[in-house]
């Protein structure tokens, strides 16, 4: 019996978690990411600060002098307190890496797991254009290398719509509800909104379309069309570049404009993203700009970052009938290896694991065992009978 | 790739079929749950998209899954699930409110006993309706007719969906019954799931545009 909520893994898919994982590691050490292991608890306090709501979304503990306590939810957060309590003296940029495990309880969290694996990245102390697009770039290239073909990236901008309902002055109050509106493409309450607070004709125009706005390749030159600020300009110039910088790095097909994108957690300032893959009901990663996150910390610098999860990932590669590469070779079976200690260190020092069996013991394939004086080697496509040589001279061959 | 548009079963499919086929769906001898545009109809016949038929409450599922890209769900189920799904268009068919009504002498009933008993299919919006209200219920959730519940002593008043009449005239639906007030519009809309959106965006846009069409002609004649 195990709690709700959790669950186990067994070899085979542990197997394929391990590579992905070192797939995608392997491509944040390439970009020069390195990784951090922020510990699995933290204080409540410390995950408030990125605006998490704990209270209903954490499993809390006690130390032993009754001090809350909390499993982490996220890893970015954890990753933010750790490099500003222990990296800030460091030069900027920086770049960090993490993956592991997180907690989150189901009754505020409309998915079934309430333990899941992230994997992400951090770039910490530049705020240009040229970061956005290196952390998109990033998780393009990180996606890919674990061979998923059918995600697509969609990308927008928090800051699109701050300078939206800026320019039509609408209420503090309002603009959430605009906010809510446009995520959900909620005409009806739109609408509502509008006729309330008597928004100019005009306003109401231009709210209609930033809402028909459909995502896609045509969202940028339509966004620019209807920008009436300045500011609306800016984000809109500044997505541009991130596009063009994701075309040079050969990764413009995977990403399209969405500007109805407006994630729940409001920590985002500027551009925000989700990857998305046929079939899974969660994105496959997510990430954007979240400028203050840091200065919750006491360190006001800016930071662009995304989060893989890890079971859509991979569930998303099942879907698509794409093969994971295992890390490890499949194991063979030695039937009497357990008596036979010198042979079974003979083949793992070739490279070959090996589970050594009792003599009486049976086995799937591929196995070995001794058989009248000659060794028996049973492979799903061929066996073979012979000397202990022959066994190695086939082994070493596959 | 083509788009997998969920309909519902029931009530809401014919309406469904009919505004599917106006905008250039046709059955061409098919089996309806395996409908696709007309080879000669416009505007939707350049979408390679493929309509099929499933209980209506069972379409959210296929939309926040993954199994489905577009689908029709009234706004009041969208609501009363709280799914992160997106609306694309309100299709103006199906429309109707979720009223609160209740039935002679519950006002002494709440009196004496502080809290009504609320029969109804729409348990979390008629939660949070009260709640956003400072009143305090119990709630009776249940699936058989609602008016029913309350002439049987099982609840002192509803919160029941109601089709939209000329004010003044009684709703069928909470016949007998005071209505208090309007918990929720709804109207079938053209909804998608969340990845969907970012995986097929052109193909829903020349699915809304199509529809809208439709729709527009339908208000102008």
Redesign the interface.
């Known amino acids: 019996m195990i709690p709700e909520g959790m669950r186990d893994v067994l070899p085979a898919e542990a197997a394929e978690l391990r590579a992905i994982e070192q797939i995608v590691l392997s491509r944040f050490n390439a970009y020069g990411y390195g990784e951090v292991r922020p510990p699995a608890l933290e204080y409540p306090e410390t995950m408030e600060r990125a605006g998490v709501d704990v209270a209903s979304s954490g499993f809390h503990l006690y130390d032993e002098r009754g001090r809350a306590l909390v499993l982490r939810t996220d890893l970015a957060t954890a990753v933010a307190r750790l490099a500003a309590e222990r990296l800030s003296e460091r030069p900027l940029p920086l770049r960090l890496a993490y993956e592991g495990p997180v907690y989150r309880t189901e009754a505020t969290h409309?998915r079934r797991e309430g333990e899941f694996s992230q994997l992400g990245a951090e770039l910490l102390g530049l705020g240009a254009a040229s970061a956005d697009a290196e952390v998109v770039v990033l998780l393009c290239d990180a996606l890919s290398a674990t061979g998923l073909r059918?995600f697509?990236?969609?990308i927008g901008s928090v800051a699109f719509h701050r300078e939206l309902v800026a320019a039509l002055g609408l209420a503090p109050d309002d603009s959430d509800d605009v906010f809510d509106a446009l995520?959900?493409?909620?005409?009806?309450l739109l609408e509502t909104i509008v006729s309330r607070r008597g928004v100019s004709d005009e306003g109401r125009k231009t709210l209609q379309r930033a809402l028909d706005l459909?995502?896609?390749?045509g969202a940028l030159s339509a966004a620019r069309k209807l920008s009436s600020s300045e500011g609306m300009d800016e984000v809109v110039e500044r997505l541009v570049a991130v596009q063009e910088l994701a075309d040079d790095a050969g990764y413009g097909d995977l990403v399209?404009f969405?500007f109805?994108l407006l994630p729940e957690l409001d920590y985002y300032t500027g551009i925000v993203f989700?990857a998305?893959?046929?079939?899974?009901?969660f994105?496959v990663a997510m990430g954007g700009r979240y400028d203050r996150l840091l200065a919750a910390f006491d360190w006001p610098i800016p930071a662009a970052g995304f989060t893989i999860d890890l079971d859509r990932l991979h569930q998303a590669l099942v879907d698509e009938g794409a093969g994971v590469a295992p890390l490890f070779a499949p194991t063979l079976s030695y039937i009497g290896g357990l008596d036979d200690p010198k042979r079974v260190g003979d083949l793992r020092r070739r490279g070959i694991a090996v589970a050594a069996l009792p003599g009486d013991a049976s086995a799937h394939m591929p196995r070995l065992r001794e058989d009248r004086g000659e060794f028996l080697l049973e492979m799903p496509d061929a066996t073979t009978r012979g000397s202990w040589r022959d066994v190695l001279r086939v082994l070493g061959d596959g | 790739m083509t788009l997998r548009i969920v309909v519902p079963d029931g009530a809401l499919r014919v309406p469904s079929l009919e505004l599917f086929a106006a905008a250039g769906f046709g059955d061409d001898g098919r089996p309806a749950d395996e409908v696709r545009p007309a080879a000669d109809a416009r505007p939707a016949a350049d979408l390679d998209a493929r309509l099929s038929v499933v209980a209506a409450a069972d379409v959210p599922a296929y939309l926040t899954s993954g199994a489905a890209d577009a689908g029709l769900v009234a706004k009041d189920a969208l609501l009363e699930r709280a799914t992160r799904l997106c609306e694309l268009l309100d299709l103006r068919f199906g429309a109707g409110q979720l009223v609160y009504a209740v039935a002679p002498g519950a006002e002494v009933r709440r009196e004496r006993l502080g809290r009504l008993r609320i029969a109804t299919r729409h348990p979390a919006l008629t939660r949070s309706y009260f709640r956003a209200r400072g009143l305090q219920v119990s709630i009776v959730p249940v699936d058989g007719t609602l008016d029913r519940a309350v002439s049987d002593g099982l609840a002192d008043g509803v919160v029941a969906l109601v089709e939209t009449t000329p004010t003044g005239s009684a709703p069928a639906g909470v016949a007998g019954l005071t209505v208090e007030g309007v918990v929720a519009e709804t109207s079938i809309r053209l909804v998608t799931g969340r990845g969907a959106r970012v995986l097929h965006g052109a193909e829903l846009g020349v699915l809304v545009a199509g529809l809208r069409d439709v729709l527009a002609g339908r208000t102008a004649s």
């Open positions: 409309n059918g697509r990236l969609a995520a959900d493409r909620d005409y009806a459909s995502p896609g390749k399209g969405d109805g989700e998305w893959a046929p079939g899974v009901d994105p």
